[in-house]
């Protein structure tokens, strides 16, 4: 089963307002990222926060890390129609061993942003 | 500055053919390879993944297979395709233990 789950599937706003996006995990983790894709493209990485780290910007992102409840949530801020895309978070496990270095995936937020 | 190469982009292929798909990164040395599919857009599966020439580890039992026959290449492969193995594969890089991956254009394969 998926380590990463999003909340909501899907998410439609307008142009200027802030899209915020959750994701759940289950066992304790390194790390947790978040990726965009764009329609039929590859993930590119947004941002990665740390197990011990609660909160991190970049530019119009904002993403928190809550361990007690095992989820983050990521906030893009003054949205604008080329934020469109699918937004994916994914857990890197805490301990390395046969699972070393690979990512976890969720199903993703497929965000709309009207114009 | 480094870069990763996946090819083809499209593909379209007959249920028992086989399948290779070639994916390349340039400007770093012994990196992480992965090769994820993705299922109507949405969650990627993590299929190998590949922490040195001739290391590769598989996560889920299935028709494919691969192979890092140098440093910088990664090969994922078929005898012969089932329709279920349709799909957008990704193949992606990374630096070292829990860094970002970092992905290439993807190719979509379709199995008629």
């Known amino acids: 089963s998926q380590q990463g789950e999003e909340d909501p599937q899907a998410l439609s706003i307008q142009e200027g307002e802030n899209a915020t996006m959750n994701c759940s995990y289950k066992?304790?983790?390194?790390?947790l990222q978040w990726y965009r894709q764009n329609s039929g493209r590859g993930l590119v990485h947004l941002i990665l926060?740390?197990?011990?780290?609660r909160e991190k910007h970049s530019g119009r992102l904002r993403v928190t890390l809550d361990t007690s409840k095992k989820s983050s949530s990521l906030l893009i801020t003054a949205s604008r129609a080329a934020d469109t895309a699918s937004y994916f978070c994914?857990?890197?496990?805490?301990?390395?061993?046969?699972?070393?270095?690979?990512?976890?995936f969720g199903q993703g937020t497929i965000l709309t942003v009207h114009p | 500055s480094q870069t990763i190469h996946q090819w083809p982009a499209t593909l379209v292929q007959p249920v028992g053919s086989p399948l290779s798909l070639e994916c390349t990164v340039e400007?770093?040395?012994?990196?992480?390879l992965y090769w994820y599919r993705q299922a109507a857009g949405r969650g990627l599966q993590l299929l190998f993944y590949?922490?040195?020439?001739?290391?590769i580890s598989s996560e889920v039992p299935q028709n494919l297979s691969a192979s890092r026959p140098q440093d910088r290449q990664f090969i994922l492969s078929s005898k012969k395709l089932l329709l279920s193995d349709s799909g957008f594969y990704l193949c992606?890089?990374?630096?070292?233990?829990?860094?970002?991956?970092?992905f290439g254009n993807g190719t979509r394969l379709t199995v008629t």
């Open positions: 992606a890089w990374s630096q070292g233990r829990n860094s970002p991956l970092h």
């Open positions: 066992t304790s983790i390194n790390n």
């Open positions: 926060i740390r197990s011990n780290e």
């Open positions: 994914a857990t890197a496990l805490l301990f390395g061993g046969t699972s070393y270095g690979k990512l976890t």
């Open positions: 400007g770093t040395s012994n990196p992480n």
């Open positions: 590949s922490v040195g020439i001739g290391q």
